[in-house]
């Protein structure tokens, strides 16, 4: 059974920093690329930030590089987003999601649409 269970949200002034994490199970975590989106409410699901399954390759929205950088722990099954210099437009709802690593090319990464599994999400509120 599939899992991914992401923790670490929570209320952040501005400017500060706030790490997530994203725990996998239920499937070979190395051959599948992570990425992370995030949702408000009534907007679109936003790209963020993706990794591939084993880490060297990594891709970012504009609106965050340079501000948040993404990983991964191959050995204990989890991706992590680090998010500095957080704005109160960052706020959202954050979401895991994780896609087999020999299917995505280029601008695929970008796309939820790729992703086989999501996880429940986890509010982040950025305050001014």
């Known amino acids: 059974q599939v899992q991914l269970v992401e923790s670490g949200g929570g209320l952040v002034q501005a400017r500060g920093s706030l790490s997530l994490s994203c725990a996998a199970s239920?499937?070979?975590?190395?051959?599948?690329?992570m990425g992370w989106f995030r949702q408000d409410p009534g907007k679109a699901r936003e790209f963020v930030a993706a990794?591939?399954?084993?880490?060297?390759?990594?891709y970012y929205s504009d609106s965050v590089k340079g501000r948040f950088t993404i990983s991964r722990d191959n050995a204990k099954n989890t991706a992590y987003l680090q998010m500095s210099s957080l704005k109160p437009e960052d706020t959202a709802v954050y979401y895991c999601?994780?896609?087999?690593?020999?299917?995505?090319?280029?601008?695929?990464?970008?796309?939820?649409?790729?992703?086989?599994?999501w996880g429940q999400g986890t509010q982040v509120t950025v305050s001014s």
């Open positions: 239920g499937f070979r975590f190395s051959s599948y690329g």
């Open positions: 990794v591939s399954g084993g880490g060297s390759s990594t």
């Open positions: 999601a994780a896609v087999e690593d020999r299917r995505m090319y280029g601008s695929s990464w970008f796309r939820d649409e790729y992703y086989d599994y």
